[in-house]
């Protein structure tokens, strides 16, 4: 079965710096990723999806970006954090016919 | 797009009563409806899913039933424990993407 990596695990970031948030998965091939953001006590916010290398769907319009460099990674990025942007980040991959995981997420703060 | 509402946003009940969680979707072409249990703090971990070509599915304590013609299912469990204590999200995958209800916090009291 796959292995879905993020990292790093906790980030506190000043307002207005830049942000990289890397997401790596094992044990699959040409997997659909995805990026998405869960305010404190909310739901599942979809950032970005992509359905392979260089290809990415954005679902919100905001600050944030996404790049898939290559088969298994799938990063997000800011050029500028807002206070806004603070929330837990997931990574998440399909598995088989429509089966998604996550991974562990990235909890950013932005102060 | 497809558009996911889910009932009761939260929910308290007692330890060995049964809970249900309610969602409706919006796309008739959605096929595929998993249920996550998210603990605080980790993160979304996948408890059961149906298609669309089954109407009732069940894994021990856990059920879930799909009505597609109403365009709603359901996620059943029975003899509660506090370890059922979560935030639960039902799903319809359309598209390329899973699109999440709101969740649900449940809270089992012993």
Same mark, same amino acid.
């Given at each position: 079965?796959?292995t ?10 000043p @307002? ?8 790596? @998965? ?10 998405? +953001?869960?305010?404190?006590? +909310? ?10 290398? &260089? ?16 088969d298994r ?16 980040y ?12 996550? &991974?562990?997420?990235? +909890?950013?703060s932005?102060? | ?10 929910? /308290? ?9 309610? $969602?409706?979707? /919006?796309? /008739? ?22 298609? /669309? %070509? ?12 799909? %009505?597609?013609?109403?365009k ?10 506090p ?6 999200? $039902? ?7 899973? %699109?999440?209800g ?9």
């Amino acid at each position: 079965s796959q292995t879905i990596h993020q990292w790093p695990a906790t980030l506190v970031q000043p @307002v207005g710096s830049p942000l990289s948030l890397e997401c790596t @998965v094992e044990g699959t091939s040409n997997p659909n990723l995805y990026w998405y +953001r869960q305010a404190a006590g +909310r739901g599942l916010q979809l950032l970005f999806y992509s359905v392979g290398i &260089g290809q990415i769907s954005s679902e919100v319009p905001q600050n944030l970006s996404a790049s898939r460099p290559q088969d298994r990674q799938f990063i997000l990025s800011s050029k500028k954090l807002l206070l806004s942007d603070s929330g837990f980040y997931l990574c998440a991959s399909r598995q088989g016919p429509n089966i998604q995981y996550f &991974g562990a997420g990235t +909890r950013l703060s932005v102060l | 797009g497809e558009n996911v509402e889910q009932h009761p946003s939260t929910l /308290s009940v007692q330890e060995g009563d049964s809970a249900v969680i309610k $969602c409706t979707y /919006s796309d /008739s072409a959605s096929n595929y409806f998993p249920w996550y249990k998210q603990e605080l703090g980790k993160r979304p971990q996948l408890i059961i899913d149906i298609r /669309s %070509n089954v109407g009732e599915k069940k894994d021990q304590r856990i059920a879930v039933t799909l %009505n597609k013609t109403a365009k709603h299912f359901s996620l059943h469990i029975t003899e509660t424990q506090p370890e059922d204590s979560a935030v639960y999200f $039902c799903a319809a995958h359309s598209g390329y993407a899973l %699109n999440f209800g709101k969740g649900t916090s449940l809270l089992v009291t012993p």
